[in-house]
């Protein structure tokens, strides 16, 4: 089985490390465990860069951005996603994809092939590691967490027709692998690029949640901890048709 999995531990008892072992030890020796590990801070428009520096002068957020780090898939950890992310990201054998605001982390079989080739210009499409997730029909656990933080929900916006598009910003490595473009900002080969994608959108994935059938959602508990398990592809499906017929 490969699973892709959201988890907030906060007040279930559980420990990442220990939680992310047992899962391995149910997907078995030809299972994939995989997680987002999303860095939305590297941005200059993110609301996670932007609390970074509310209250800032203008000469304060020039000087804040041009120490920003580039980021680096073996060494950034993965700020917001939750302890069970990051006991992923640093497990002994993970892989992680180079985008550098979207990257992925697995463990298992596979973990390498699903994380290489990540581009820039595709935060959450068909060529990111969700794009391959999807195809291979993966499964999603949701622990102690709603649909509104499904990550599988994303992949349907690239899919449905006339998608709003927009511009993003992140600090990157120079010719990096995977991250074309960027510019030479310093001696150590760091600097902005920019890049347009999908106007990625979640403020209605609580809704869409709610309307995705019950008969295709398989709920139970993890140590105490409420758990959802269903299909990746009937979530993307069930998302697009959504949005194609909700969204404006």
């Given at each position: 089985m490969r699973v892709m999995?959201?988890?907030?531990?906060?007040?279930?008892?559980?420990?990442?490390?220990?939680?992310?072992?047992?899962?391995?030890?149910?997907?078995?020796?030809?299972?994939?465990?995989?997680?987002?590990?999303?860095?939305?801070?590297?941005?200059?428009?993110?609301?996670?860069?932007?609390?970074?520096i509310a209250g800032l002068s203008e000469e304060e957020v020039r000087a804040f951005r041009e120490r920003m780090p580039a980021f680096d898939p073996d060494r950034t950890?993965?700020?917001?996603?939750?302890?069970?992310?990051?006991?992923?990201?640093?497990?002994?054998?993970?892989?992680?994809?180079?985008?550098?605001?979207?990257?992925?982390?697995?463990?298992?079989?596979?973990?390498?092939?699903?994380?290489?080739?990540?581009?820039?210009?595709?935060?959450?499409?068909?060529r990111s590691p969700l794009g391959k997730m999807c195809g291979e029909g993966w499964r999603v656990?949701?622990?102690?967490?709603?649909?509104?933080?499904?990550?599988?929900?994303?992949?349907?916006?690239?899919r449905i027709p006339k998608p709003l598009l927009r511009m993003y910003e992140c600090v990157v490595k120079v010719n990096h692998q995977g991250v074309p473009g960027g510019q030479p900002g310093d001696p150590q080969g760091e600097g902005w690029t920019a890049y347009e994608d999908i106007a990625l959108d979640d403020s209605d994935f609580a809704e869409i949640g709610r309307s995705f059938p019950e008969d295709r959602v398989h709920r139970g508990r993890i140590s105490g901890a409420s758990a959802m398990l269903f299909?990746?592809?009937?979530?993307?499906?069930?998302?697009?048709?959504?949005?194609?017929?909700?969204?404006?």
């Amino acid at each position: 089985m490969r699973v892709m999995a959201h988890a907030s531990l906060g007040g279930t008892g559980l420990r990442a490390e220990a939680l992310r072992d047992a899962l391995v030890g149910v997907l078995g020796p030809r299972g994939t465990l995989a997680v987002p590990a999303f860095t939305p801070e590297n941005s200059k428009t993110s609301s996670a860069h932007l609390a970074r520096i509310a209250g800032l002068s203008e000469e304060e957020v020039r000087a804040f951005r041009e120490r920003m780090p580039a980021f680096d898939p073996d060494r950034t950890p993965s700020r917001g996603m939750g302890a069970l992310a990051e006991a992923v990201r640093t497990a002994p054998g993970a892989a992680r994809s180079e985008h550098p605001q979207t990257s992925f982390a697995a463990v298992g079989a596979g973990a390498r092939e699903l994380c290489s080739g990540h581009p820039l210009t595709s935060h959450l499409g068909e060529r990111s590691p969700l794009g391959k997730m999807c195809g291979e029909g993966w499964r999603v656990l949701m622990i102690n967490v709603g649909f509104s933080v499904c990550t599988a929900f994303h992949l349907a916006e690239y899919r449905i027709p006339k998608p709003l598009l927009r511009m993003y910003e992140c600090v990157v490595k120079v010719n990096h692998q995977g991250v074309p473009g960027g510019q030479p900002g310093d001696p150590q080969g760091e600097g902005w690029t920019a890049y347009e994608d999908i106007a990625l959108d979640d403020s209605d994935f609580a809704e869409i949640g709610r309307s995705f059938p019950e008969d295709r959602v398989h709920r139970g508990r993890i140590s105490g901890a409420s758990a959802m398990l269903f299909s990746l592809p009937d979530a993307v499906d069930h998302a697009m048709k959504w949005m194609t017929e909700n969204r404006r």
